[in-house]
T-cell receptor
Framework: AQKVTQAQTEISVVEKEDVTLDCVYE???????LFWYKQPPSGELVFLIRRNSFDEQNEISGRYSWNFQKSTSSFNFTITASQVVDSAVYFCALSEAGYSTLTFGKGTMLLVSP | NAGVTQTPKFQVLKTGQSMTLQCAQDMNHEYMSWYRQDPGMGLRLIHYSVGAGITDQGEVPNGYNVSRSTTEDFPLRLLSAAPSQTSVYFCASSYSGAGRGAEYEQYFGPGTRLTVT
């Protein structure tokens, strides 16, 4: 069975601080996909990134970066120089090859104060 | 493209009432899913479909029915609403490509907030 753990329930930072959101996953498959979604206070789910299990390259997109390490089954998300608009709930999710559905972690609420 | 649309946005039901949450997509996606989101629980899969006429249960299917008569629509039926079904419901769709499932991005609808009293 697949499982995603986001151990940090809530994180509070002050603007311009860097923050890392942790994600640890479990799966028996060798082919799988990892995702991060953002849910702002307005409630919609915003897709941030998808990574397949064969691509361990880290990715950077503006202030966002992701660190994928198969050795520790982790897919951590870092926001550099956080801004108030980054305040949201962030979900990590996993899907195994051949499946169209996602297993989500419980989410991390990030509060960025001015 | 409208993407994934859900109606209604908000609904209040009394215990025992039935209703259907509507979900439609105009992207010709084969895969569609329903999730519920509860505080502190993340999103949990209710039912999913890999194509018209094919549905299957997810992690929390009890109390819900689905059918998929067309590619575009995937309604979720609450047979006899209970307070435990108070939640936010999200519908999602994705392309199947070469049948490799979640290789492709899941598109989520805006959600339906349901309260059962």
């Amino acid at each position: 069975a697949q499982k995603v753990t986001q151990a940090q329930t809530e994180i509070s930072v002050v603007e311009k601080e860097d923050v890392t959101l942790d994600c640890v996953y479990e799966t028996r498959d060798t082919t799988y996909y990892l995702f991060w979604y953002k849910q702002p206070p307005s409630g919609e789910l915003v897709f941030l990134i998808r990574r397949n299990s064969f691509d361990e390259q880290n990715e950077i997109s503006g202030r966002y970066s992701w660190n994928f390490q198969k050795s520790t089954s982790s897919f951590n998300f870092t926001i550099t120089a956080s801004q108030v608009v980054d305040s949201a709930v962030y979900f990590c999710a996993l899907s195994e090859a051949g499946y169209s559905t996602l297993t989500f972690g419980k989410g991390t609420m990030l509060l960025v104060s001015p | 493209n409208a993407g994934v649309t859900q109606t209604p946005k908000f609904q209040v039901l009394k215990t025992g009432q039935s209703m259907t949450l509507q979900c439609a997509q105009d992207m010709n996606h084969e895969y569609m899913s329903w999730y519920r989101q509860d505080p502190g629980m993340g999103l949990r899969l209710i039912h999913y479909s890999v194509g018209a006429g094919i549905t299957d249960q997810g992690e929390v299917p009890n109390g819900y029915n689905v059918s998929r008569s067309t590619t575009e629509d995937f309604p979720l039926r609450l047979l006899s609403a209970a307070p435990s079904q108070t939640s936010v419901y999200f519908c999602a769709s994705s392309y199947s490509g070469a049948g490799r499932g979640a290789e492709y991005e899941q598109y989520f609808g805006p959600g339906t907030r349901l309260t059962v009293t």
